[in-house]
């Protein structure tokens, strides 16, 4: 039997629950998706569920379960079922799907927290944690920054420079699994119930990290290779792990284009602390490239703000203004269509 509470279950899912067609079902969450099936925490166990025609085709890819979904599904045989209906999805974390302008993909759904997972090494990169922590910010996710292999040679000094304005806004802490002391404070930031999503690129230790804070071997890792700098083995897909008297944790394969699912500008601005100066610009629709006036471009100018967060910024809105009118395109096309269809149905009455 499974306490389905320890995964996140509570009285606002049952709610959701309660406006189902399929509410006198069993209901389970994802806690693991395979390329056939997927992998279901319910009450009585762990099942095997496949998708019913009607959530398979009715809904679009983005909309099928993800990892952390909480499912619907009739049972048949043992330890198998068929997922009829997805519960309303709370604090998703989405990236735009690889190779696509305009399409979302959803890595993990109902999170409360992501770390975001980033080595001490030659993979260290604050424009790519920038990235993570602005999409997660965008669900509502509280962002946590672990920076991982403490235990290499690295210019402390100079990390802690180029963090500033991002350890002004989220907690950062310096691990190592070779120290198990600095892994005990991030124990902290993880309770019952809660459900924790960690993100990065391939090698920084994102399973290592999840062994040393479940204090176990979850999962196998190896050693790390001179070659690439990264471990050889590598989380291939998003998989749930329950902590012993604590919340659950995520693992998600390392992940090399993080590509923005989201068009919130403003967001953006405030994350990097750009929207401080835009204020006092003398144009109130400033592009904070030439115009002007623009006190972005001379707090740039006049080293305040940093030209390597000033031109992250740039480059994550031109992005977020590509998705932003995918979408618009995307909704405008949908609507001629619907029109058509309409229309179409109007004249088969007549």
């Not at 999962?219 to 790390?224: H, K, M, Q, V």
């Not at 618009?328 to 088969?348: G, L, M, Q, W």
């Amino acid at each position: 039997m499974n306490n389905l509470s320890l995964y996140g279950w509570n009285d606002s899912l049952f709610q959701l629950k309660q406006n189902s067609a399929y509410k006198h079902l069993f209901h389970g969450r994802v806690s693991a998706v395979n390329k056939t099936n997927y992998e279901v925490i319910a009450e009585h166990g762990v099942l095997l569920c496949e998708l019913s025609g009607n959530v398979l085709y009715g809904r679009s890819s983005f909309e099928l379960p993800c990892t952390g979904d909480w499912i619907i599904f009739q049972p048949f045989d043992d330890n198998k079922g068929i997922i009829v209906d997805i519960l309303p999805r709370k604090h998703t974390l989405y990236r735009r799907k690889s190779g696509t302008v305009s399409e979302r993909q959803a890595i993990a759904s109902h999170i409360d927290k992501a770390f975001i997972v980033q080595s001490l090494d030659a993979n260290f990169s604050v424009r790519r944690m920038e990235r993570f922590m602005f999409q997660v910010l965008e669900e509502n996710i509280q962002p946590i920054l672990i920076l991982t292999k403490s235990d290499l040679e690295f210019n402390r000094h100079q990390v802690n420079e180029s963090l500033k304005h991002i350890d002004r806004q989220i907690p950062v802490f310096f691990t190592s699994i070779l120290s198990p002391e600095t892994i005990l404070p991030i124990r902290k930031f993880v309770s019952q119930g809660e459900s924790i999503v960690l993100v990065g690129s391939s090698g920084v230790g994102k399973s290592s990290l999840i062994n040393a804070l479940c204090e176990r071997t979850v999962f196998l890792t190896s050693e790390i290779s001179k070659s690439s700098g990264k471990g050889r083995h590598t989380s291939t897909r998003r998989e749930m792990v329950l902590m012993d008297d604590s919340g659950i944790l995520i693992d998600t394969p390392g992940i090399r284009e993080f590509g923005l699912a989201s068009d919130n500008a403003e967001a953006l601005a405030d994350m990097l602390d750009v929207s401080a100066f835009a204020e006092s610009c003398r144009f109130k629709n400033c592009m904070h490239i030439n115009e002007p006036g623009c006190a972005v471009v001379e707090a740039v100018n006049s080293g305040i703000l940093e030209p390597e967060v000033y031109n992250s910024y740039l480059k994550l809105r031109k992005e977020s203004w590509h998705f932003s009118t995918s979408e618009y395109e995307k909704r405008k096309r949908a609507k001629s269509f619907a029109r058509i269809s309409d229309e179409a149905k109007r004249i088969k009455k007549r």
